[in-house]
């Protein structure tokens, strides 16, 4: 039988088919965006634990008390906001999933969502599921900030939502305090619900800071925070994550989290409730462990003909292509997989309509030296 697809544009995702492919073809792979170096000891160690001492019944569906309860306290520790650990938090299955259900929950059937192109590539198939439309925004081709006159012009009656990402996926690009300024300005006097994708919330560079909507009260009661602790604790395979929202806005993507997931990895939620305890250092040091490998990389890519560009946030480097080749991105970043053996990830399918010209890609430096060198020296040989 041959159905009716709900997602015509959508095929396999290119992390997933670049992955493949660094495999078939033993490409290292700085596509898809995971750490290769370990979890730390003190958080496999609490899993264990957890396993061991027989926590592996359902949790309840929002999550574990102590883990919300830890989350709470980090939050006012980094953004100075106040949450209610019972009504606020929800534990998802990663990002992703949190994503899902505040589209699933919140957003009806002919609702418009304005999105920023480049995007993540989940967020158009969750509207498009929810019955609504994706309104596509472009970014600044050059530097990736917000041109909010674009988005003002893109808000009609009915936008019911629009969806930021700080620091910025694919291209590390972070919101200003100036940003802020201006969507606070935008959004007042609508009911549009703001959500935040803030997964590399941890992972910033050169003294910035991370302009968490948390931590500005007027935006945080119309928004659903999203967070990553893959991102954060090196463990992306465990798919553990969590959104913050207001009472009302947590009721309703709770009525989609409970069927959709119900509740996560019970251990995990053990372990990660002890390790944001005991171990704040180890989020607190997160950019500077990242912003050494940025460095070191791009220090490397000055011996190659790729340009990179800057790295404001998050653990990828976009670089331009043009000096070595003029093909199209999806086509450079096979070739470069399959017979020059690094696999990379190209941009349009971040977008509705790429630039026309745009000759990048992007490369994930959240590995260890060595895997980083052999990408380089391979790339360095182009
Ligand atoms: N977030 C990851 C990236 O941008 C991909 C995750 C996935 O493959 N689902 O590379």
């Known amino acids: ?22 495999v078939e073809h033993q490409a290292v792979n700085l596509g898809q965006g995971f750490p290769d170096f370990s979890v730390p000891v003190f958080l496999v160690e609490a899993l264990g634990r957890a396993v061991r001492e027989g926590k592996n019944q359902y949790a309840p569906m929002t999550g574990i008390p102590a883990l919300r309860q830890a989350i709470a306290a980090k939050t006012a520790r980094c953004y100075g906001r106040v949450v209610n650990a019972d009504s606020e938090i929800t534990v998802t299955g990663g990002g992703s999933e949190a994503i899902f259900d505040a589209l699933l929950a919140l957003v009806r059937s002919g609702d418009e969502v304005i999105v920023l192109d480049p995007c ?66 935008l959004l007042r006097g609508t009911d549009i619900i703001l959500l935040s994708d803030e997964v590399y919330e941890h992972i910033v560079f050169d003294g910035r800071r991370h ?27 465990w798919k553990m994550g969590y959104c913050i929202a207001p009472s009302a806005l947590s009721a309703e993507i709770r009525k989609v989290h409970q069927y959709n997931n119900f509740c996560n990895f019970a251990p995990a939620q053990w372990a990660f409730a002890e390790m944001i305890e005991q171990h704040p250092e180890h989020y607190e040091g997160l950019g500077e462990f990242y912003e050494s490998k940025r460095d070191r990389f791009r220090a490397q890519l000055e011996g190659t003909h790729f340009q990179p560009l800057p790295v404001p946030g998050g653990y990828f480097q976009l670089v331009n292509y043009s000096a070595i080749s003029d093909l199209p991105d999806a086509e450079f970043c096979r070739w470069l997989t399959t017979e020059k053996g690094v696999a990379a990830i190209p941009l349009s399918p971040f977008y509705e309509s790429p630039p026309a010209g745009q000759r990048l890609a992007r490369l994930c430096f959240a590995k260890n030296e060595s895997t980083l060198d052999a990408a380089i020296e391979r790339l360095a040989r182009i």
């Open 1 to 22: 039988m041959q159905p009716t697809t709900k997602l015509p544009k959508v095929g396999t995702t290119i992390f997933t088919v670049m992955s493949q492919l660094a």
């Open 120 to 185: 993540y590539d989940c967020y158009e198939p969750a509207i498009d599921l929810a019955g609504a439309r994706a309104v596509h925004v472009p970014l600044d081709p050059v530097d990736f900030s917000v041109d909010w006159e674009k988005v003002r012009v893109a808000i009609s009656p009915r936008t019911r939502m629009l969806m930021i990402n700080t620091p910025h996926n694919p291209s590390g690009a972070m919101f200003t305090a100036d940003d802020v300024a201006t969507l606070t300005g």
């Open 211 to 237: 302009e968490s909507m948390l931590r500005y009260p007027e935006l945080a009661e119309r928004t659903v925070v999203v967070s990553s602790f893959g991102k954060t604790y090196h463990c992306t395979g």
